[in-house]
């Protein structure tokens, strides 16, 4: 998980409108929609009343992320909850949180992002959570997945979260990662649900025959213009985004990208 600059999120909660938009224009569905469709809830778990959120500061390792806890509660209240930031850090805040009242945190070190269900002991995960949002877009923007080769690019977290629902949803996967024993157990791993999937060990190569790509991957311009036509969809979940700067803004249509958004309403839906 590549660590978040202030830069990549300083904009994000002035932004949330003009992102909805976009977002609305790409796959039909606003944020809200998809992070609930892909928890698989209504869309009007939002209005769980006296529901209360914390969001903690965490300053261990390379610390606070300025911005950071500003544009997680930022977003959870853009979808109609009752979010707050706890002034103090850590295990104080989360002592702060309980006694505010949350039933559910969110907090994050440099190694997890998690919620937190104080009531229910639900944990949720960002990566997981993220690679699910993402895909549940994907599939709106495609029109469906269905016997769709889709290449995923890293099978960390995220991309192993992605694979999991693209192969749910019917999608033929291909999965490459620069460490290829990393791609064989996720391939072994949806094998073994009976799901089909291929390990991919060529990057050029695959990116040459697919035109669904989710890259999940740590790496700047891992897709290179030649690889990306007026056919290519690309869902890229965190930073950096993959895309080499002209291409971003010749094919943002078809580019699914944000810092945050989607992964962190799709742990609020699937938390609560
Ligand atoms: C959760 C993000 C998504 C992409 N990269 C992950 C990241 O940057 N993780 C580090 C988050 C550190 C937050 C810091 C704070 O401000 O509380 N501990």
Redesign the pocket.
């Known amino acids: 998980?590549?660590?978040?600059k202030e830069d990549d999120i300083s904009k994000v909660v002035a932004g949330l409108t003009q992102y909805d938009v976009e977002l609305i224009s790409k796959t039909g569905c606003s944020l809200k929609a998809i992070a609930a469709r892909a928890a698989q809830r209504d869309l009007d778990s939002s209005s769980a009343p006296g529901l209360k959120i914390a969001v903690?500061?965490?300053?261990?390792?390379?610390?606070?992320?300025?911005g950071?806890?500003t544009a997680v509660a930022g977003i959870l209240d853009y979808l109609g909850f009752d979010a707050f930031i706890t002034q103090n850090?850590d295990v104080a805040g989360i002592a702060e949180a309980i006694h505010g009242g949350a039933e559910v945190l969110f907090?994050?070190?440099?190694h997890k992002?998690i919620a937190f269900n104080l009531k229910t002991g639900m944990i949720v995960d960002?990566g997981a959570a993220?690679g699910r949002g993402y895909i549940t877009a994907l599939n709106q923007m495609c029109c469906g997945l269905t016997e769709k080769p889709v290449l995923v690019i890293g099978a960390g977290p995220v991309g192993r979260g992605a694979a999991g629902l693209i192969a749910k949803l019917g999608g033929l996967v291909s999965v490459y990662d620069i460490d290829v024993t990393a791609s064989r157990a996720l391939v072994d791993e949806l094998r073994k649900q009976g799901q089909p999937a291929k390990v991919e060990t060529d990057l050029d190569y695959a990116l040459s025959r697919h035109q669904v790509i989710v890259d999940a991957s740590p790496a700047e311009d891992v897709i290179p213009p030649r690889h990306i036509t007026e056919r290519t969809i690309i869902a890229a979940p965190?930073?950096p985004l993959g895309v080499p700067p002209e291409q971003r803004r010749k094919h943002s249509a078809r580019i699914l990208h944000d810092?945050?958004q989607i992964?962190v309403a799709t742990m609020c839906f699937l938390v609560i």
């Open positions: 998980m590549t660590r978040l903690i500061p965490v300053t261990s390792g390379q610390g606070i992320i300025g950071f806890t850090s907090a994050a070190d440099d992002f960002n993220t965190g930073v810092p945050l992964g």
